[in-house]
């Protein structure tokens, strides 16, 4: 959704998110929904400055939102409180699951399938009674048994099986109440620490927003993902909205605030380990995946929309492979490297430090700073033959070999650290022309406004020319590995005097084009598995729709009386929609659930849909639309007129997730993997597949460790950006958060006899850092099962470089993550505090 | 969504120069001289991001003050001076005998931020003060200190009772908000004010915005925030002691010292009558016993 369409909201819950801190322009449209009557709700561990706008703060342990969620799922389902033309049609609530399936509840905090050798699920147990159902997201193989084709074929002989009475023990709806029923408000008060009475205070808020004539919408960031549990806390988000009904509709949906820049850009185009562009799913060693064929095969969802996928792939071999790719070698699929397992920042840190990794690029990464467990990674660094750093600044990670920590602790002198160090300058936004893709996919060009001072260059110029560089030194290799690089298009046209790359003749290939003659396609739906398209990224398809017109540049608002999804502006993925879903804004009948909130509607004499945005829809497929089962339909085909929810295999809002998720079909409260308490829901103390790398030098907390009794957690400041580096080495905004800090609790500042601004040190077995105590009653102990637990925060992105500096907060972090993301928790881990420094020659130790 | 009409004129991604009265399209004002033009600064709709203290920094090219962690919240630029023109004020209200809010009143509450900055009095005693006609009223109706007239007198710094005016340390001179003078010229609204993300500082026609300010204390009452209550607009709190009325007025929650605003400023000059009245009256008492005493010490 867009930002601007939280404006149309009656309800909004922050949680996992600092946004008025951290998102400030798109908080403007949080308060113009308020400024309409909207209640505003925090839920937080700090009070921050979002809460200090909000009408309710309901504080909150760190990492137990799942607990608090959880919560509201069962007040929902428990009060019938869930808005039923929507769940019912749209989600798969009386969908039946497998017989084999138990619930956590039943077996000691485990789902059913658990495999204690592998310390992995088997989703067998998870499925929709007697099918097997690919993910929807971009890993649609699914990891079971039988071959992936036999299973899942059968989606296409006849609707999944339901109970639309809701009575069958095993439909959704059911499994849901079993599983959320231990999630009372005095539970949710035990575990969380929030009082219960805020809690259903909250709960009520956000139900009262729902129904036809209201919706609510859920913000949250990286308060969410950096947690062992963090796709499972979105998840439960995702639920209570399919419940409410406030998927695809005006002011309804989870908006998630992405990082800066460009974050999401950097998700679509992927520089994550698993994705291809578009989210295709990356070739993997281990996986039926020899050849395109094979790939294809395991890959292509029988249903909804992701049956095109062997259309995106082929196209985007052809973008990236040009003539080299020919229908007998797979269009070049053999050219793409294979994943062997999880490389994802925290293991490939791991295995720099064991030697395995010889060469780092870092173009707009600080990992001194912004890697969990930083002194680790500093020692790592020191393990590299090389490492090129592009930025417009020294940064930490440039400097560690003579600044960094063990450096300083005497752990290391530079003289012994053997890696070469290339720092290279890079250009700022201004000074180079790109896009940033924002949160709600919208992609905005901007232009370059001036060249860069000295010898810096873009990040597009810097790959471009290392690219072509390589190019030439493999021209004459015979070596089947040095294929890739030999076989790759590379042939940007070069400008000026620099020789910077066209930065529109890459998006022009990404949007994609016909091939060979190379007339710009319009729209995705043009793309082709024969090899006559080429497209660098199917869903980008229409930011540049001819040669000499870029979506992205454009400007052009709705006027003061237009419908407000401002069309003209930029181009938001895929097809300029504004609102995924939106077939959902209307009723089964096709008729706005609500003249005051329509969005998509069926206009019958047309015989098409039609609307104030692009409809995520079949435009033709009238509601009434039902698959004839009798000839197998295939794609879109086998989805009804009342399917939504196109990319998913049923068409359905998936409250219960039967594959696609490693760690469980249905969000269960674990602690973090270091937590001061024991689970108070179940046996089980954290997520059973969360990916922890205990080892000698990065050690974990056991739960209620006595040494280490405090939750930490830390965050960012609206002062700084990024990792601090673009902000500390200004003095305007140095000054304005000068130096690092935590926050304590006065509670905690008592005990320990800790005045403001004292010097204090927090610990944790991966290292001690010091830093000033910032005394304040935004930060609060809560009571957990009786036992008080304090609570501290800390700033991550100080560092010593640039004018506003500090200890780094990483130092204290641990190398554990999200099963399914490899996303570290550094928003809730245990530590220690005493007042005084360290023993630093600096502070005369 | 708050889109004005004019903006679709200037929907190409290559504008053909400078938008003229681009403040029409930001603030929904067009600048000319001969109107009074200020601030309202709406504490309730600040999340106290800062954005105005660097986007006044950034425009009048201001440099940082070395002040460092001050321990006082998230404020760690103390004060309005000769550098900082805008400042951004946080007060702490979490907790009442030790038990945190949970349920606040709407916008913002318990952790007040307030956006500070030169008030330009109507009836301004900076501009009174000031012996060398360095500071002048513009023909926006604002006030502003021209460096090159300043002798660096300093008769301004006491004068002004907010604190606002300051001498630099490197030129000697008085330096504060000139409420953006060039860009006013150049038909743009103040920098502060465009940067801010919630439109809690809002630039326009005084007349207008206290207008403006009125309905929102009405519509904020409505909403259960009965605190709130304007400061500096005519006949408020804050417009006392003949200055007048404040061209940047403020909305607050709180009593005004909560924010470092004096509760009933007053201009020096009507000091001066008082004292001068005093001193006199000082003196032809000292008088009056001189010649008392010497008469006694005559008759001895």
């Keep these: 959704m867009p930002q601007w369409d939280l404006a149309n909201a009656d309800c909004i819950l922050v949680m996992g998110s600092n946004m008025a801190e951290n998102h400030p322009i798109a908080f403007r449209f949080a308060l113009q929904a308020k400024q309409k009557g909207a209640t505003l709700i925090h839920a937080d561990p700090r009070f921050t400055r979002t809460s200090a706008l909000a009408d309710i703060h309901a504080p909150i342990r760190a990492g137990t939102d799942i607990a608090f969620l959880g919560g509201i799922i069962r007040h929902i389902l428990e009060n019938d409180l869930w808005f039923k033309d929507y769940a019912l049609n749209y989600t798969n609530l009386a969908t039946i699951i497998e017989d084999a399936f138990e619930d956590p509840s039943q077996n000691d905090g485990k789902f059913s399938g658990w495999d204690e050798a592998k310390k992995s699920y088997s989703y067998e147990s998870w499925q929709y009674k007697g099918e097997f159902v690919p993910s929807s997201l971009a890993e649609h193989f699914v990891n079971t048994t039988e071959s992936f084709s036999d299973q899942t074929k059968r989606l296409q002989q006849g609707p999944t099986p339901k109970d639309e009475t809701l009575q069958h023990p095993n439909c959704v709806y059911q499994i849901l109440k079993r599983h959320f029923a231990p999630y009372t408000p005095e539970m949710v008060e035990r575990v969380t620490g929030c009082p219960k009475e805020t809690f259903v205070k909250v709960a009520d808020a956000l139900a009262r927003a729902s129904g036809r004539e209201k919706t609510g919408t859920i913000c949250y960031a990286v308060g969410w993902t950096h947690h062992s549990t963090g796709v499972q806390m979105i998840r439960a988000a995702a639920i209570i909205q399919l419940l409410l009904g406030n998927v695809g509709r005006p002011g309804g949906g989870i908006l998630a605030l992405r990082g800066h820049s460009s974050i999401q850009g950097s998700t679509d185009i992927p520089t994550l380990y698993n994705l291809l562009p578009g989210y295709l799913p990356q070739p993997h060693g281990l996986k039926p995946h020899h050849s395109l064929q094979d790939y294809i095969d395991h890959e292509t969802t029988p249903t909804g929309w992701w049956h095109n996928f062997p259309k995106y792939i082929v196209s985007l071999l052809r973008a990236w492979y040009g003539e080299a790719g020919m229908k007998e070698n797979g269009w070049g699929f053999e050219w793409l490297p294979k994943i062997m397992g999880d490389h994802s920042q925290n293991p490939m840190t791991l295995a720099i430090e064991d030697g395995l990794i010889k060469g780092l690029f870092l173009l707009g990464q600080n990992p001194a700073v912004g890697g969990s467990n930083a002194a680790l990674v500093q020692k790592a660094l020191g393990k590299l033959d090389w490492m090129v750093v592009t930025d417009f600044t020294e940064t930490e990670t440039a400097s560690f070999w003579y600044k960094g920590k063990p450096v300083q602790a005497g752990e290391l002198a530079p003289k012994d650290i053997k890696t070469e160090v290339f720092l290279l300058p890079t250009s700022l936004a201004g000074e180079k022309a790109g896009t940033f893709t924002n949160t709600h996919r919208l992609i905005q060009w901007h232009d370059k406004v001036v060249d860069g001072p000295g010898d810096g260059r873009s990040d597009l110029w810097f790959v471009y020319h290392l690219g072509r560089r390589l190019k030439e030194l493999y021209r004459s290799s015979a070596d089947p590995r040095d294929l890739p690089i030999r076989y790759l298009t590379w042939d940007y046209p070069v400008e000026g005097e620099r020789e910077e790359p066209d930065a529109e003749a890459v998006l022009r290939e990404i949007n994609g084009y016909t091939w060979p003659d190379r007339q710009q396609i319009a729209d995705f739906k043009d793309l082709k598995d024969d090899g006559t398209t080429a497209c660098g990224c199917w869903i980008y398809t229409g930011v540049f729709p001819k040669n000499d017109h870029n979506q992205a540049r454009s400007r052009k608002p709705d006027g003061p009386d237009g419908p407000g999804t401002h069309l003209g502006w930029g181009f938001a993925w895929p097809s300029n929609r504004r609102t995924l879903v939106n077939r959902a804004s209307a009723d089964p009948a096709g008729k706005p659930w609500s003249e005051r909130k329509k969005l998509a509607w069926w206009d019958a004499e047309k015989g098409e849909w039609d609307g104030y945005d692009q409809v995520d829809f079949s435009t033709e497929k009238a509601p009434d639309y039902t698959p004839d089962w009798s000839k197998e339909p295939a794609g879109m085909d086998a989805l009804s007129g009342t399917d939504p929810f196109i990319m998913i295999s049923d068409g359905r809002g998936a409250l219960f997730v039967p594959s696609g998720l490693k760690d469980g079909p249905l969000p269960t409260h674990y602690e973090p993997v270091e937590s001061p308490v024991r689970n108070p829901l179940y046996g089980q103390q954290h997520n059973p597949t969360a990916k922890i790398w205990d080892r000698p030098d990065n050690p974990v907390h056991v739960p209620e460790d006595p040494r280490y009794p405090h939750v930490l957690t830390t965050y960012r400041l609206t002062e700084h950006h990024s990792g601090g580096t673009p902000t500390r080495s200004v003095a305007s905004t140095a000054e304005l958060q000068p130096e690092g800090f935590s926050e304590i609790a006065p509670e905690l500042a008592k005990e320990l006899g800790i005045e ?90 | 969504m708050g889109v004005p009409a004019r903006a679709l004129d200037y929907a190409e991604p290559i504008l053909p ?11 929904g004002v067009r600048i000319e001289p001969g109107k009074s033009y200020g601030f309202f600064t709406d504490t309730t709709l600040c999340i106290g991001c800062k954005a105005c203290e660097v986007a006044c920094k950034e425009w009048n090219a201001l440099p940082a003050d070395e002040v460092g962690l001050t321990g006082d919240s998230y404020d760690n630029t103390g004060r309005l001076s000769a550098n900082t023109w805008r400042h951004v004020a946080f007060v702490e209200k979490i907790a009442t005998d030790g038990k945190r809010a949970a349920e606040m009143a709407p916008f913002q509450s318990n952790w007040l931020m307030m956006s500070d900055v030169c008030k330009h009095c109507h009836n301004a005693p900076c501009l009174e003060a000031c012996p060398t006609g360095a500071l002048f009223r513009t023909e926006f109706d604002t006030v502003v200190v021209q460096q090159d007239i300043c002798n660096g007198c300093g008769y301004c710094v006491p004068a002004c009772p907010f604190g606002v005016v300051d001498l630099n340390e490197v030129d000697g001179k008085a330096h504060k908000c000139t409420l953006c003078y060039d860009r006013l010229k150049g038909g743009l609204e103040p920098a502060c004010a465009k940067s801010c993300p919630t439109d809690s500082i809002q630039f326009g026609e005084v007349p207008v915005l206290v207008e403006k300010a009125r309905a929102r204390v009405e519509d904020l009452h409505g909403k259960g925030a009965t605190d709130a209550y304007l400061y500096g607009a005519p006949g408020e709190p804050g417009a006392t002691g003949d200055l007048g009325h404040l061209n940047a007025f403020f909305l607050l929650t709180d009593r005004p010292e909560v924010y470092g605003l004096p509760t009933a400023p007053t201009r020096a000059s009507n000091r001066v009558a008082p004292a001068l009245g005093a001193g006199l009256a000082t003196m032809a008492g000292l008088t009056l016993a001189a010649i008392a005493l010497f008469a006694a010490d005559r008759r001895r």
């Design chain 1, 756 to 845: 403001n601004l004292d010097w204090v040190v927090l610990s944790t077995p991966r290292g001690e850092v010091e830093t000033r105590a910032l005394v304040t009653e935004r930060l609060q102990p809560f009571r957990i099962d009786g036992r008080l637990v304090h609570q501290i925060g800390m700033p991550w992105h100080f560092g010593w470089n640039g004018y506003a500096t500090g200890d780094i907060a990483n130092v204290l972090t641990a190398i554990v993550g999200d099963p399914n993301t490899g996303m570290h928790e550094n928003k809730a881990l245990t530590c220690n505090l005493r007042k005084g420094r360290l023993d630093r020659p600096q502070n005369g130790g």
């Design chain 2, 17 to 27: 120069g400078l938008i003229p009265d681009e403040a029409e399209l930001t603030a």
